[in-house]
T-cell receptor
Framework: QQQVKQSPQSLIVQKGGIPIINCAYE??????FPWYQQFPGKGPALLIA?????SEKKEGRFTISFNKSAKQFSLHIMDSQPGDSATYFC??????????FGTGTSLTVIP | GAVVSQHPSRVICKSGTSVKIECRSL??????MFWYRQFPKKSLMLMAT?????????EQGVEKDKFLINHASLTLSTLTVTSAHPEDSSFYIC??????????????FGQGTRLTVV
């Protein structure tokens, strides 16, 4: 059973556009929601993370929006650049336990 | 940020041989490390949870005798693929959880190991 559902599977945007990737979860015990960026042949790197006590978090061009009642969270990339082209994974975890990953979104930013 | 080092990054081995992959947390102690397998254009599939000083916990369908995990210290976990077959060829990734106290836990990933069995 997929604990975290992620969409879309792939996304193509023009440079400067704002790609949005969505994730949904079921387990209300989750209290940590990170996003990871992965380039081909590399391990995932932590991009930004949020806890359920806030509805939004910004770090640079990356923003997480969190809707606790809907059990959904999303990643927005402002002013996207070709260098942002990568696979993005959302995840959910409860403190000290394993992380559950979404299925990934392949993002392509066209120059 | 915290660093998790995985070695080797690439390995090619012959069928029937064994391969050891190391995962080290360089600047923090990790009582728990995780091993994942990732197929091309797919998500990470958790194989096992490695616990320092005790036996690893394997996910359903993962052969514990084939994928040997040893977590000998708070900074090192190893995955040994025994009697490797071509179908074991994959990208293997480890992660280590860093406890940040009231800020919770963060997961940091190694660089991954591309295993090719010929």
């Amino acid at each position: 059973q997929q604990q975290v559902k992620q969409s879309p599977q792939s996304l193509i945007v023009q440079k400067g556009g704002i790609p949005i990737i969505n994730c949904a979860y079921e387990n209300t015990a989750f209290d940590y929601f990170p996003w990871y960026q992965q380039f081909p042949g590399k391990g995932p790197a932590l991009l930004i993370a949020i806890r359920p006590d806030v509805s939004e978090k910004k770090e640079g061009r990356f923003t997480i929006s969190f809707n606790k009642s809907a059990k959904q969270f999303s990643l927005h990339i402002m002013d996207s650049q070709p260098g942002d082209s990568a696979t993005y994974f959302c995840a959910a975890a409860y403190t000290g336990n394993q992380f559950y990953f979404g299925t990934g979104t392949s993002l392509t930013v066209i120059p | 940020g915290a660093v998790v080092s995985q070695h080797p990054s690439r390995v090619i081995c012959k069928s029937g041989t064994s391969v050891k992959i190391e995962c080290r947390s360089l600047d923090f102690q990790a009582t728990t490390m995780f091993w994942y397998r990732q197929f091309p254009k797919k998500s990470l599939m958790l194989m096992a949870t490695s616990n320092e000083g005790s036996k690893a916990t394997y996910e359903q369908g993962v052969e514990k005798d084939k994928f040997l995990i040893n977590h000998a210290s708070l900074t090192l976990s190893t995955l040994t693929v025994t009697s490797a077959h071509p179908e074991d060829s994959s990208f293997y990734i480890c992660s280590a959880n860093r406890d940040r106290g009231p800020f919770g836990t963060e997961a940091f990933f190694g660089q991954g190991t591309r295993l090719t069995v010929v």
